[in-house]
């Protein structure tokens, strides 16, 4: 099992970037696949981007480019650094972790908003 707690989330202008981080309670190292996900109010649950064991990363086409998700072994963390931000982008993130086929175990969620 594994605790995954988010942060970083906030209120940001167009144009702007954030960073979101996703604190793991055991070496990511040990975990397959880590995920980013979000979800906007009244839409399903929609992948962002992926990290795998080996440092393979995948992306939803609509992050590709803007968005680039890394890993911190030492520090058992898994981020997200979001650029070019749009108000589409606007949603609750969430971090995963599970094998590659799969997410397991989930963040809370952090919320991040894309206003002017």
């Known amino acids: 099992q594994v605790q995954l707690v988010e942060s970083g989330g906030g209120l940001v202008q167009p144009g702007g970037s954030l960073r979101l981080s996703c604190a793991a309670s055991r070496s990511v190292l040990s975990i397959d696949a880590m995920r980013w996900y979000r979800q906007a109010p009244g839409l399903q649950r929609e992948f962002v981007a992926r990290?795998?064991?080996?440092?393979?990363?995948n992306y939803a086409d609509s992050v590709k480019g803007r968005f680039t998700i890394s890993r911190d072994n030492a520090q058992n963390t898994v981020y997200l650094q979001m650029n070019s931000l749009k108000p589409e982008d606007t949603a609750v993130y969430y971090c995963?972790?599970?094998?590659?086929?799969?997410?397991?175990?989930w963040g809370q969620g952090t919320q991040v908003t894309v206003s002017s």
């Open positions: 990290v795998t064991k080996g440092g393979r990363t």
């Open positions: 995963a972790a599970g094998d590659y086929e799969s997410p397991r175990y």
